[in-house]
């Protein structure tokens, strides 16, 4: 199973001290596939205050950092808990427990 992250929207706080467009709130969505098969979960993560002395400019962030900020905020266990549930999901569309049918007496029977 392939997992990955997609970020996005961005909170920003307009001015925070003496800093402009902080991020204050980051949209993430775990996506997991495998063959033609995917499922997804998503949340909200709340950045902590930034640090001044280790600010990256609005304009000069990457995926990859925040990607990173989700993660650390997230944890690893957090992390490993999605990861089982998308799995699951993916492994009941490969084998599924239940189905929906018509009833037996309607046309598409």
Known sequence: MNYSWSIG?????LQDGNLQNVVTTVDWSRVCTQDTYSASCYGQVTCAPPNPNDFTEFSQLTEEQVTGWVESILGPELIARYNATLAEQINNQINPSTKVVSPPWSAAA
């Open 9 to 13: 929207p961005l909170k920003i706080s």
